[in-house]
């Protein structure tokens, strides 16, 4: 199973953490990095294979593609700002995190807005 050679992976890059975090904290933060990156590197064929799944289903729904274009967008900034932030916790600077944290939510919102304004639509049309 995939998760046990992450898990296994995550362990032996949280050692080399811990071990340079005290003494080289630069070298600790590329060092986490790193392994999320690889870690990411890990679950991207199943990733592909979710997508995958998410179209046929969007098609076999008659949901058009733009919709779920703009939720792949959103999941896409949701995992890469919390990705990002955790990194920037990781290295102390919290405020930094929290500006990342900030801005994904408000693209989020940016991007929401095509969506929540055809269902908006459906609403009114139902009424």
Not at 31 to 43: D, E, K, N, P, R
Request: net charge neutral.
């Amino acid at each position: 199973m995939e998760i046990f050679k992450i898990v296994a992976f995550a362990f032996v890059a949280l050692s080399i953490f811990l071990l340079f975090k005290d003494r080289r904290n630069d070298l600790s933060i590329l060092i986490a990095l790193v392994a999320g990156i690889i870690i990411f590197l890990f679950i991207i064929g199943q990733l592909s294979d979710v997508i995958y799944f998410l179209k046929n289903i969007a098609d076999r729904a008659n949901i058009d593609s733009v919709y779920i274009g703009i939720v792949f967008k959103i999941l896409a900034i949701a995992y890469l700002a919390s990705f990002c932030s955790e990194i920037c916790k990781d290295a102390g600077a919290s405020s930094i995190a929290s500006k990342v944290d900030f801005s994904a939510k408000i693209l989020i919102l940016g991007l929401a807005i095509p969506i929540l304004m055809a269902v908006l639509d459906t609403i009114l049309q139902m009424l």
